[in-house]
């Protein structure tokens, strides 16, 4: 069973192609990044998905049935949704929000101090939201989306303009709410924060899908080059002599970095740890936007 489902998805602003033979699917349980350049088509996907629009061809599937059409209210009573710029009544307190939400939604009070300590919102309950920050603003939005559970949770560049510690805050409770068995899908500059929190990518380019994948098979898809940090305590000559067999190596006093071919990754690592001066060592794999970029040249130059 999937929650999110597209196929075959193609369309257009008059002229222009925004999107092209799209099909991917999100399974419950998983948390998702779409990822891909200002234009790739990251928010019409959203749009879409919430049937705001329709497409010039294909299907799009939430929970099972068509965004558009007779099952329309069954469907928004098992989705919430965050926008990337949120516009809350200033006058109101943000507990008066959360309870005016939860009315409409069947939630309960218990449910309402639930989601507010996920997001780390409590402690403002009861100050008015145009004293909130920007990030406060967006954490009371994630809260109110996530009452009642939802199944499908959906936020289009839910973190941006937050400070780190608003960002980890907000990650975190998207990562809780699909290990609950939901499902989350959101769109995302700031690829860097999002690897531990996320279980999938769908990388979009010029309005397709150029990857869809595991983090794993994203971060294996180049096979770039890998950096191991290496610390030791007295370590020999002998020992660096060998080390540089795998990959240039620098060094300075007790830690050295070597970079080494993907292909002579566990090699090196097994030589490494099997030296007894060695007391620590780190591996330093290319960043998410690194192989982000690195893709997108070599489909450029395909």
Do not use: W
């Amino acid at each position: 069973m999937t929650n999110i489902s597209y196929k075959n998805i193609k369309f257009s602003y008059g002229q222009s192609t925004i999107l092209h033979d799209v099909s991917f699917s999100v399974e419950p349980g998983m948390c998702c990044a779409l990822i891909g350049h200002n234009g790739a088509g990251k928010t019409t996907l959203i749009k879409l998905l919430l049937g705001m629009i329709k497409p010039n061809s294909g299907s799009v599937e939430l929970c099972q049935f068509n965004p558009i059409g007779k099952h329309e209210k069954q469907i928004k009573k098992q989705i919430g949704f965050v926008p990337e710029s949120i516009n809350f009544q200033p006058n109101n307190t943000g507990l008066q929000l959360m309870q005016y939400v939860a009315k409409l939604k069947g939630a309960s009070a218990q449910d309402i101090q639930d989601k507010m300590e996920l997001t780390n919102i409590a402690f403002a309950q009861n100050k008015k939201i145009g004293a909130y920050s920007k990030g406060m603003k967006q954490r009371l939005g994630l809260a109110q989306a996530m009452l009642g559970d939802p199944k499908v949770l959906i936020l289009d560049e839910p973190a941006s303009g937050l400070d780190p510690d608003s960002r980890q805050i907000l990650y975190r409770s998207l990562q809780a709410h699909a290990k609950a068995g939901n499902t989350v899908m959101f769109s995302s500059h700031a690829l860097n924060d999002i690897e531990s929190y996320i279980d999938h990518i769908i990388l979009l380019n010029e309005g397709g899908v150029l990857m869809d994948c595991s983090i794993a098979q994203y971060r294996d898809s180049l096979k770039l080059p890998v950096m191991i940090e290496i610390q030791t305590t007295d370590a020999s000559v002998a020992f660096y002599t060998g080390l540089k067999k795998f990959g240039e190596v620098e060094y300075d006093e007790n830690i050295a970095h070597i970079t080494v071919d993907y292909s002579n990754k566990l090699p090196a690592l097994a030589y490494i740890s099997a030296n007894p001066s060695v007391t620590d060592l780190r591996l330093l794999d290319a960043s998410l936007e690194t192989i982000y970029h690195e893709l997108l040249k070599k489909e450029e130059n395909a």
